[in-house]
Nanobody, 125 residues
Framework: QVQLVESGGGLVQAGGSLRLSCAAS????????VGWFRQPPGKEREFVAAIGWSVGPAYYADSVKGRFTISRDNAKNTVYLQVNSPKPEDTAVYYC??????????????????WGQGTQVTVSS
């Protein structure tokens, strides 16, 4: 069982930066692949980025490639999403999710077993 808590959301200007954190409970967090998803207002939840268990690999949605970076610190049981040069269309509730034992992290939200409660990111123009 893994419990996930996101933090770091808020209001940011376009072109700025912020870092989202996903803190997990459990001693075997390094064995979980972790994904970030987002749900813009009135839209479906969509894939943003994911990282495999231990140290990777990492995958990104085309819309964020080159601007967002996912990383993990297993000693701190935390996965980060560095958001650089955000755009107004990045405004959404951001969720992290985890699934056990996946070296190659999935992009489909149906493949994740554990979810956090989400953190709001609002990008002003």
């Amino acid at each position: 069982q893994v419990q996930l808590v996101e933090s770091g959301g808020g209001l940011v200007q376009a072109g700025g930066s912020l870092r989202l954190s996903c803190a997990a409970s459990g001693r075997t967090f390094s064995s979980y692949a972790v994904g970030w998803f987002r749900q813009p207002p009135g839209k479906e939840r969509e894939f943003v980025a994911a990282i495999g268990w231990s140290v990777g690999p990492a995958y990104y949605a085309d819309s964020v490639k080159g601007r967002f970076t996912i990383s993990r610190d297993n000693a701190k049981n935390t996965v980060y999403l560095q958001v650089n040069s955000p755009k107004p269309e990045d405004t959404a509730v951001y969720y992290c999710a985890a699934v056990y034992g996946r070296i190659s992290p999935p992009r489909a939200r149906q493949e994740y077993d554990y979810w956090g409660q989400g953190t709001q990111v609002t990008v002003s123009s």
